[in-house]
């Protein structure tokens, strides 16, 4: 069995925290002026954060016939190993990367992307650089960013 985490990078952290901190003056501001009328609102905005949290990715597991994405409070992703085409290290993600739908830097980037290296592709991502992509029969590719990519490329292919 092979685990890395995915931990937070200092920008993803920055990233989250800003967006906790400003929702909460919005929130704030937003009672201040309308009163309980801004309850509703808050209480939307709260549940899709709480949403994001918990779909928020935190570790990469290779055991047995299966990768797993393991996730804060959702369940995980799962990819058969033997739908696996192959499994390599990417230097990281041009800048030119779209989110079409999904989280782009609140406990990380996470959900549906395009760009024109890899047109569209799940991405689980908690750090920038350095990266793992799956390249999947039948479905779009996976680009994660576990701790150690090295180490998961040799798992998915076997050396571990």
């Known amino acids: 069995m092979f685990r890395s985490p995915l931990s937070l990078d200092r920008m993803y952290r920055g990233?989250?925290?800003?967006?906790?901190?400003?929702?909460?003056?919005?929130?704030?501001?937003?009672y201040i002026a309308v009163g309980t009328l801004a309850l509703p609102f808050v209480a939307l905005v709260a549940?899709?954060?709480v949403i994001?949290?918990?779909?928020?990715?935190?570790?990469?597991?290779?055991?047995?016939?299966e990768l797993r994405v393991e996730r804060r409070a959702w369940r995980?992703?799962?990819?058969?190993?033997?739908?696996?085409?192959?499994?390599?290290e990417l230097p990281g993600l041009s800048s030119r990367t779209l989110r079409i739908g999904g989280v782009g830097g609140f406990f990380g980037s996470y959900g549906l992307f395009t760009n024109r290296d890899l047109?569209?592709?799940r991405l689980y991502s908690t750090r920038r650089g350095h990266a793992l992509i799956v390249k999947r029969t039948g479905a779009l590719p996976i680009v994660i960013t576990p701790d150690?990519?090295?180490?998961?490329?040799?798992?998915?292919?076997?050396?571990?």
């Open 119 to 121: 047109g569209r592709f």
């Open 15 to 30: 990233l989250t925290i800003f967006v906790i901190v400003l929702l909460a003056v919005v929130f704030t501001t937003t």
């Open 52 to 65: 994001a949290w918990a779909m928020a990715p935190r570790e990469l597991v290779v055991e047995g016939d």
């Open 76 to 88: 995980a992703l799962r990819v058969p190993r033997s739908s696996i085409e192959s499994a390599a």
């Open 47 to 49: 549940v899709m954060m």
């Open 148 to 160: 150690d990519v090295p180490g998961a490329v040799d798992a998915l292919r076997g050396s571990r």
